[in-house]
């Protein structure tokens, strides 16, 4: 966790060089007054927002998506774990690890559902079938996969836009009996 909370700071550090590389002119200091405690680790959002803040970001998911995304000119992989270190650390914490939002990783469906056996070989308990952005097929699909792998259908309602068209609590995810087994709930 040391490790992961220090390289937050390099990773924000290399983020910030490189806006300011493409005209984005923020410092640390903007991005530290973004945090709510100094306490916590710095977030991508935190970087966000101090853009926001200086007039660089009219709107805050198009910023991230354009300059902070995996493969886009600002982002940074410093500190990230990799998705089998991520699970290996859930699971040694006694956690139930679960890929979240499979359809807005930017991969063929292939190369995921490859990921995804990966994954389950370090210990993936399960798969975020029900998601506010899933299609139809999408949830189809990713159940179907989760029978075919023994994986857990979990849902969830998070958003992580402003945009009003997203709701908590939206989709409706009833858990099964083997998911609530597995979250020491039954």
């Known amino acids: 966790m040391k490790r992961l909370f220090d390289s937050s700071f390099e990773r924000a550090e290399e983020i910030v060089f490189k806006l300011n590389g493409l005209g984005i ?48 000119p600002a982002f940074s992989r410093i500190g990230r774990p990799s998705p089998a270190e991520a699970v290996e650390a859930i699971k040694a914490a006694g956690g139930v690890a679960v890929l979240a939002h499979p359809a807005r990783i930017g991969m063929t469906a292939l190369k995921l559902e490859e990921k995804i056996k990966s994954l389950k070989a370090s210990g993936l308990d399960g798969i975020e079938v029900y998601y506010t952005t899933h299609t139809e097929s999408e949830k189809a699909y990713y159940s179907e996969l989760c029978g075919g792998l023994g994986l857990l259908k979990t849902g969830g309602s998070d958003t992580h836009t402003e945009d009003g068209g997203r709701k908590i609590g939206q989709p409706t995810f009833y858990a099964e009996p083997r998911l609530l087994e597995k979250l020491g709930i039954v």
């Open 25 to 72: 002119k923020i410092t640390a200091d903007d991005v530290d007054r973004q945090r709510y405690s100094l306490e916590t680790p710095v977030h991508s959002m935190h970087i966000v927002c101090a853009a926001a803040e200086k007039g660089y970001a009219e709107n805050i998911r198009e910023f991230y998506k354009d300059y902070l995304e995996c493969g886009k």
